[in-house]
């Protein structure tokens, strides 16, 4: 029988993984300097914990597991009869595979709250699993990269985690664009216009807008009973591209003007320092609009289309659903599998991010190998990456590895140059070979 993985998995060669790393690495370096504190959670959660919290198509797609031993000796018999799975569900699996990273997270708030110090600000790079129906760049088991900040309403920390994305996306070389809205202005849109009750019909319509143009927005509200007047204020909205013209607009919607003045105190913080990438003000972006309370964040990649490469907001009671009541909290996400792409078609990932191997030593016989042998040992103690050939086997054979391995130096030892101790360094890009020492290849390397 051939070798396969499930569907909507996928095996990751070396190369991808050094590559993959290096952007985790970069994320991960930018959230320690920021103070965010990291964080694991068991990839199993009981079913308890992560149903009834994604809505009805996400209790769905949550990969449930078996309970142990015969799962089916306490199995509903009625359930089993009927075949009806939902309802046997619950007696033959207790546990199921995280959904993502958010629900786990405010589990673990509250379960240890008297031991961490709020503000706790955490960040969490682990993988999770929806059955989800497979296609391209959509995986059943893929990364998140979460930061968030929980037990505070201070907006200064909407600024920082824009700062974030922008100091991430400038090290990783990608020219982003980090949208800003705030959902008490899209539900200001609402009371302004004087439908407030339609507000999601709303919401659905302007949400297609980049699909569907302006006046697809404005046939799609008709057919959901939006009368012409309402529709011609929230076009005249929808144009606008600055905060000030809102004021006029929202005279008559405090939620409105609230969603202004958070704004405008997010923009006193972040505008203190001129960020790399672009960040504007975008009434349209209507980001996950039953989630969020507050501001709301969405990355673009401007070079590549490819959707949204991150994406965020505050939400104002995380961990209400477990018991604890007002616990405010504002996060961002990171999309690595799509930064990887997009990395990927621009071509930008650095050529040392999928170098492992940094020295390749070859032996031209067992005396020589032996001494390459205890070079390799110095080079080492040096924290210098290196590898030695385990057979001095023909040096075609030798080379052919080291091409294979994409290895940038190689080391050639014969009898002359353990005699001598002046080893020939070659570099591989180059061809260049010169004469050194094992001291001074290490200065070099180093």
């Known amino acids: 029988m051939k070798p396969s993985i499930p569907k909507g998995t996928r095996d990751f060669t070396p190369d991808q993984v050094l590559k993959r790393n290096y952007i985790f690495d970069t994320i991960k370096r930018v959230f320690i300097k920021y103070g965010y504190q990291p964080i694991e959670t068991p990839t199993m959660e009981s079913l ?3 149903t009834g919290k994604y809505g009805e198509e996400g209790d769905r797609l ?17 359930a089993l009869t009927d075949r009806n799975s939902a309802k046997l569900t619950s007696s033959i699996s207790k546990r199921g595979l995280r959904y993502d990273l958010t629900v786990p997270f405010a589990r673990f708030v509250v379960m240890y709250q008297n031991e961490i ?13 929806r059955a989800d129906r497979p296609q391209k760049g959509r995986y059943q088991e893929f990364y998140q990269c979460d930061v968030d900040v929980v037990g505070s309403n201070s907006l200064m920390y909407e600024a920082e985690l824009v700062q974030i994305y922008d100091e991430v996306f400038a090290e990783l070389g990608v020219n982003a664009c980090i949208k800003v809205n705030n959902r008490k202005v899209l539900a200001g849109m609402a009371e302004a216009a004087g439908i407030s009750d339609q507000f999601m019909d709303m919401t659905m319509a302007i949400d297609k807008l980049d699909k569907i143009g302006i006046e697809g927005v404005r046939k799609e509200m008709t ?7 309402a529709i011609n204020l929230i076009e005249q909205m929808l144009q606008v591209k600055e905060l000030e013209p809102l004021k006029e607009l929202f005279k008559h919607s405090e939620t409105g003007l609230k969603g202004v003045e958070e704004l405008e105190s997010f923009h006193k913080y972040f505008d203190l320092k001129s960020p790399t990438n672009e960040v504007k003000f975008d009434i349209t972006l209507a980001r996950g609009l039953n989630y969020y309370t507050g501001c709301i964040f969405e990355v673009e990649a401007k070079d590549v289309k490819i ?5 965020g907001g505050r939400y104002d009671d995380l961990t209400g659903v477990f018991g604890m009541k007002g616990m405010s909290g504002v996060g961002v996400s990171f999309g690595a599998a799509r930064i990887f792409d997009v990395m990927e078609e621009l071509n930008s990932f650095p050529p040392e991010s999928a170098q492992s191997l940094k020295l390749l030593f070859i032996a031209f016989d067992t005396s020589t190998h032996q001494y390459a042998f205890d070079c390799l040992n110095k080079v080492r103690a040096e924290g210098i990456n290196a590898e030695l050939y385990p057979d001095p086997v023909k040096l075609k054979k030798q080379m052919k590895y080291a091409n294979d391995r994409k290895v940038p130096y190689v080391v050639l030892i014969g009898s002359n140059e353990m005699e001598s101790g002046e080893l020939t360094f070659k570099n591989m890009e180059s061809g260049d070979q010169e004469k050194l020492s094992i001291e001074s290849i290490i200065t070099k390397l180093k």
Do not use: H
Not at 120 to 126: G, H, N, V
Not at 307 to 311: D, F, L
């Open 48 to 50: 308890s914990t992560l």
């Open 62 to 78: 949550i990969f449930k597991v078996l309970n142990n031993g015969d799962y089916l000796k306490k199995a509903d018999e009625e």
């Open 307 to 311: 959707g949204s490469i991150g994406g």
């Open 223 to 229: 057919n959901r009973g939006i009368p012409d007047k």
């Open 117 to 129: 110090a709020f503000p706790f600000k955490r960040y969490q790079i682990q993988p999770v699993w």
